[in-house]
Each structure stands twice: as structure tokens, then as C-alpha cells.
């Protein structure tokens, strides 16, 4: 069984590990590169699970199986008002094709819909099964962008946006 959860400051390894798998099994899914993020401090885990819990508009699920991570999604405030924008979406290759990615979607769009009225997200237009659930889940390709990471490398990527909530 999967529960989706938060989880809390001093489970910041589990994080980072679960990260660190992310970027080295799909470093072409991501804009960061594994070699800058291994040289984040400690501290830097830890505060990020603090601001998902302090509900800052920060967050970050995770898809427990057994209390062993098997997935990720997080999200913070963009620039435009009242839009949240959706990052770091991985689950781990054991547990790719059972809904797991669906679950944590879904967990977080309903968590966003609460304070957000659009989420936005960048894909690699080559992560077609990320691209096929997005559109799944109402996400709409409005626009396609070249994202140059910090080693020169360039990955294409649609921007997708999806409304949360229906105008009042």
C-alpha cells in the first residue's frame, strides 16, 4: 500500500537520498544536475521539509510503500499570483507503472487547489509517459522552452498549465 505524506525536518536523509536517486536514474528529466546538488549542506534538506510543513505555499509529497520512499512531488509559489509551480516529480523505477505518479499528483493538486487557482510545470518533451499523465490530469502544453543547465547542456521542455479552481 502507498500513503502519500510529508515528511518531517529530521527525515531530511530520506529525502536527499531519494533526490539523489532521482537525478542520477533520469538526470535528462531535471533541470539540476547531480553534481551541484550532492554539495548542499545538510541544513539545506532539513529546511526544505520545514517550509513543505509550514504550508508556505512550499511542498513536498513523498509515496511511502512500507515507510521506504518510492516517490516524489514538490511545488512552491511562482511569479505569477496565485499560481503554484510543480517541480521534482520522480518515483523509482520498481514502482513506475503501478499509479503512483497519478497518486502524487493528484495528492498535490488537491493541496494546491486550496491557496493556487493554476499550477504550471516544465516536462522534457522526451519524458512522454510524464507528458501523457500531465495531459491526463488536465494539463494543457502552452508553450515549448530550451532550459540550459548549469553544465551548458540544453533540454527541450513543454510548459503545461492546468486550472485548479473554476472562477467565482
Not at 536523509?13 to 545538510?42: C, H, I, N, W
Not at 529546511?47 to 511545488?75: I, T, W, Y
Not at 509517459?129 to 500531465?134: G, I
Request: include cysteine; hydrophobic fraction near 40%; charge should be negative.
Amino acid at each position: 500500500m502507498i500513503v502519500v505524506r510529508k515528511l518531517r525536518p529530521q527525515e531530511w536523509k530520506v529525502y536527499k537520498a531519494l533526490r539523489m536517486e532521482s537525478l542520477s536514474t533520469d538526470p535528462q528529466a531535471f533541470g539540476a544536475l547531480l553534481s551541484t546538488t550532492l554539495e548542499r549542506p545538510d541544513e539545506y534538506w532539513a529546511a526544505r521539509l520545514q517550509d513543505s510543513l509550514a504550508d508556505s505555499g512550499h511542498s513536498l509529497l513523498f509515496a511511502m510503500k512500507e515507510e521506504r520512499p518510492v516517490g516524489m512531488v514538490g511545488c512552491f509559489p511562482d511569479e505569477e499570483p496565485r499560481t503554484a509551480y510543480v517541480i521534482s516529480m520522480y518515483v523509482t523505477p520498481s514502482e513506475r507503472g503501478r499509479g503512483v505518479s497519478r497518486l502524487l499528483m493528484t495528492s498535490l493538486l488537491e493541496e494546491l487547489s486550496e491557496n493556487f487557482d493554476t499550477a504550471i510545470l516544465d516536462v522534457n518533451v522526451l519524458q512522454t509517459p510524464a507528458v501523457s499523465l500531465y495531459r491526463s490530469l488536465g494539463f494543457q502544453v502552452y508553450d515549448e522552452i530550451d532550459v540550459t543547465r548549469s553544465d551548458g547542456s540544453t533540454l527541450r521542455e513543454f510548459r503545461m498549465r492546468r486550472t485548479l479552481k473554476s472562477p467565482t
